[in-house]
């Protein structure tokens, strides 16, 4: 089984494989146009396991001229959200997909599958069980006992009179189920009469108070599907062991289509978790700042942290779809992002830690400018002016008292490149009080306008900086890993012990270039030597915040 996935994969994938056979001559869908569906459950926002989900519903269905539905798996009425509907509408649209006006919920077809259930109680394939939850768990049997229920042989007339007053109400939460009348000895536990229907009597978002009963998802689903002439379905592995449940629903129900169920690995990240549970109690007891807290993996999170969707969808191509269950390091999503953006973020300079520069021999109030690129990858882009005067601001990190091995930047002596502008020697510094050094002194070379020496001599270091003059103030948002460790929920652990206490850093005084006075999201940008960052939706065009998207150090090695 293993080799012959591998040997699909490498002909695009095992998905793939399968739909080929299936709609070519001879195969169950002959001649038909490929037909899929992504069926979230509104219960929270879409996180970044969604998208890989989302590019293979949708994504498949494009590379082969089909079609994709979005569809709201609301049958479960104690957990749907309206909020959430419009958020993951948003997501997909964000994503780059289209559902047109393919759009539906699952309770639009309580009806149908009401009917059908009726049709398999009147065919001996249903039949009401007066087990309560408990004593069916005492009965399921083990892998030598069959199952047990006194009620398996109730006669048909019972069983729809039973069903149709569940249905009306007449019977309290739990005294009644639907059971689906299958095989009590399975060796496939969910084909032991699995129960079909439940009394719930709350009211459901959509359809109010007109039900008091709700079907399971594994009778609800398959229904979905051929209602909608759905072809293939695609699912995560863990229902492997239910599509034999997905097909005998199928092949006993007046389905008018038969879809077919394909299972693939769900994604995990490491130093992250991905249930919408959990992800919901960050949110909810105040561990972050909402599910579009850039620190989350959910997309609105990833959206604001400067992910862009391009990235997205290469870190989803990238992932690959197979069979086997596994976790992908962090590292190659901040990669698949470091790469987009690489070749299309606009070049600027930001200081985070300044300090001011001082070009003694400058000519007080001169200001000259310089032009420079804004994406050397991007000729198109075209160029900006910086400006240049006596007082910059430098990174405080940029400057030492005293050299150490392999540090080339400033300190007393030595001679820097301030980028795009001139080759300065450092001559000193001023301190105050308590040591810290408040000013740094350097000298300029005019020859060497534009960052050249005309000479040839070596200069090692280059740094960034602001016009001290015209610069901006901005607050910075520094992420990291919002996990320490990088599996928080498995085994025992509760991964609210392992949440980083350092996984946001709010640096208040910034300085950013004057080019940058009024931007608003959404905007990507390298901050020279920095890394990648993006204007946050808290930014105001005279208080501007940015997010840390990405360091520009790759941490992601392949295997
Ligand atoms: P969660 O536990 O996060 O709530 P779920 O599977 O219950 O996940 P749904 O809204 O039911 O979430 O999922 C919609 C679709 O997305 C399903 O087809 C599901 O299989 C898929 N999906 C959900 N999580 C992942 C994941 N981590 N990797 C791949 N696909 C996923
Ligand atoms: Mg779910």
Redesign the pocket.
């Known amino acids: 089984m293993a080799d012959e996935i591998m040997a699909a994969e490498n002909a695009g994938n095992f998905i793939e494989e399968f739909i080929m056979e299936d709609i070519a001559k001879g195969g169950r869908y002959e001649g038909q146009k490929v037909h899929t569906r ?4 509104p ?2 926002y879409l ?1 970044i ?2 998208a ?2 989302v590019c293979i519903d949708f994504g498949t269905a494009e590379r082969f001229g089909g079609i994709c539905n979005l569809r709201m ?1 609301d049958t479960n009425p104690t957990k749907e959200d309206v909020e959430y509907v419009d958020a993951i509408k948003e997501d997909i649209k964000w994503l780059g997909f289209d559902w047109e006006d393919r759009f539906h919920y699952a309770s639009d077809y309580f009806d149908q599958m009401y009917d059908f259930a009726v049709e398999l109680i009147k065919k001996g394939l249903a039949y009401v069980c007066e087990l309560s939850p408990e004593e069916m768990r005492a009965n399921r049997g083990d892998t030598t006992t069959p199952a047990t229920s006194p009620y398996r042989d109730r006669p048909v007339e019972e069983s729809l009179e039973l069903f149709e007053r569940m249905k009306n109400g007449e019977f309290e939460d739990g005294k009644m189920t639907l059971r689906a009348k299958i095989d009590l000895a399975s060796g496939n536990f969910n084909m032991r009469d699995p129960v079909i229907y439940r009394i719930n009597r709350i009211p459901h978002h959509r359809t109010g108070d007109k039900w008091c009963i709700y079907p399971m998802y594994d009778f609800a689903h398959p229904i979905e599907d051929v209602l909608e002439g759905i072809t293939h379905s ?3 592995l863990e229902f492997e062991s239910h599509r034999p449940l997905y097909d005998w629903v199928i092949d006993n129900i007046t389905a008018p289509c038969k879809s077919r169920q394909i299972e ?1 690995s ?3 990240i490491n130093n992250t978790v ?4 959990k992800l919901r109690q960050l949110v909810d007891e105040g561990y972050v700042n909402g599910w579009d807290d850039p620190r989350m993996p959910t997309l609105c999170g990833l959206r604001r942290r400067g992910y862009t969707p391009a990235s997205i969808r290469s870190f989803c191509e990238g992932i690959g779809v197979s069979k086997t269950n596994s976790t992908v390091e962090y590292s190659f999503l901040e990669h698949c992002l470091r790469d987009d953006l690489n070749e299309n973020a606009k070049r600027v300079m930001c200081v985070l830690d300044p300090v001011r520069l001082v070009i003694t021999n400058y000519p007080e109030g001169k200001t000259e400018t310089f032009e420079v690129e804004n994406n050397p990858r991007r000729p198109e882009d075209g160029s900006r002016e910086i400006s240049f005067s006596r007082e910059l601001y430098i990174e405080a990190g940029d400057f030492l008292e005293e050299k150490v091995k392999g540090y080339n930047r400033f300190y007393p002596g030595n001679e820097v490149r301030l980028k795009s502008a001139y080759i300065v020697r450092c001559t000193g510094c001023k301190k105050d009080e308590n040591g810290k050094v408040t000013e740094v002194y350097a000298e300029y070379d005019p020859e060497t306008r534009g960052g050249d020496t005309p000479d040839g001599r070596k200069v090692r270091g280059t740094v960034h900086w602001v016009n001290a003059e015209n610069c901006i103030e901005a607050e910075v948002r520094i992420y990291d890993n919002l996990f320490t460790d990088p599996e928080p929920d498995t085994g025992d652990k509760n991964f609210i012990d392992y949440i980083n206490p350092e996984s946001l850093v709010v640096l208040k005084n910034c300085k950013v270039e004057k080019s940058l006075e009024g931007a608003a999201a959404p905007a990507n940008f390298q901050f020279m030597r920095l890394g990648y960052f993006c204007i946050d939706k808290d930014s105001r065009p005279d208080a501007l915040v940015f997010n840390r998207s990405v360091s520009l150090k790759d941490g992601f090695k392949k295997k």
Do not use: I, Q, V
Request: aromatic content about 14%; proline content about 9%.
């Open positions: 992504f069926p979230p459950e219960n929270g996180h396991g969604h890989k989900a798996d695609f699912c995560t693939f769900r994604l995990g991905m249930s919408k549970r």
